[in-house]
């Protein structure tokens, strides 16, 4: 029989490693993988390594993916950080591409003095989108002591319904052939493009600037040392004088917003548009970002492009290589999969428990 034996005092060099051993450990299933499907294991991974890598265009794929992994786990960590498992990132996503979507879909005449500043409020709007639907669960906690583990994951699904919804029903496109979509957003109201030519866009200077603000905020301001204390000893946060209440609104709020943020410079960026395609799936790999990423700000921006390496290898491998597009979940799967293990076995020696009962007869 084997069990895990707690260590006395575990390897911070360790610790800091784990997602690098992580990785490899992935690359390294993903070559036996290649192999059984048949695939010729150095171009299948070049897909995922190389390809995303190579050029600017490329590059610049890549941010626009990597864009919304950021904000949402940047948001994503500063819950887990309070001990507040946020599981329904998606649905705030959602609601703040509907928020943002609803904005954008009233530009016309009456708002052409804002010009492409109409911007700044298309992105309020999907802030507070994602921030209203993120309250929902903190008022539930609250009031109710509801778990917010379950009503954040459930609230993802009544998102989505409500998306197709708008789309299939009021916010149809007259013009659109009948197709479940919303008109096409005006082109100023579309998110400002970095480069001509190339789809990246000023999002990812405001993940950027997301980054250093919750550095600031949690390791610079009594609020943040406040809420991570709540998080490592509740018990100790209580005796110090520090509201629970304050720390459940709070992270949930930043959280919401984040994500709504990043459903709002979506819809108004790539998108272009509302359709029953808005949900990509991103708040739920931004938990891994954020894991990864050891819920700090800067490890979840390295972290986050690797993620989008997984999302633009995958779409690569099967228009290239004939493989499945589930290729991209499984990467993610294995990377969560070995980094749990990799800190399990930091945290925690394996010992046969025959062995010690023997050596206690001895």
Known sequence: MIRLEARPQPSK??????????????VLIGVVL?????????????MFFVEPLKNAYALSELSVKATPLILIALGLAVCFRSNVWNIGAEGQYILGALFAGWVAM???PSTAWLGRGIVVPILLAGVLGGLLWAA??????????ANEILVSLMLVYVAEQLLGWL????????AGYNFPQTITFLAETKIPRLVTGLRAHIGVLIALAAVAVLWAFLFRTYRGFALQVGGLAPAAARYAGFSSRAA????LCISGGMAGLAGGLEAAGPL????????????FAAIIVAYVGRL???????????????YIGGELAQSRLGLSKSLTGVFQGLLLFTLLACDTLILYRLRLRQALAVKREA
Do not use: C, E
């Not at 272009?272 to 708040?283: F, I, K, M, N």
């Open 13 to 26: 060099l360790m610790s800091l490693a784990s997602p690098l051993l992580a990785l490899a450990l992935t």
């Open 167 to 174: 789309v299939y029903g009021p916010w149809k496109d007259p």
């Open 136 to 145: 929902i669960v903190a008022l539930l906690r609250d009031r109710f002591n």
């Open 296 to 310: 700090h700000p800067v490890g979840i921006v390295l972290s986050g492009i690797l993620m989008s390496m997984f």
């Open 272 to 283: 272009g548009q509302l359709t029953p395609h808005v949900p990509a799936g991103y708040g």
């Open 106 to 108: 009233q530009a016309g």
């Open 34 to 46: 290649f192999v059984v499907l048949g695939k010729d294991p150095l171009r299948s991974l070049s």
């Open 248 to 251: 459940l609104w709070t992270s």
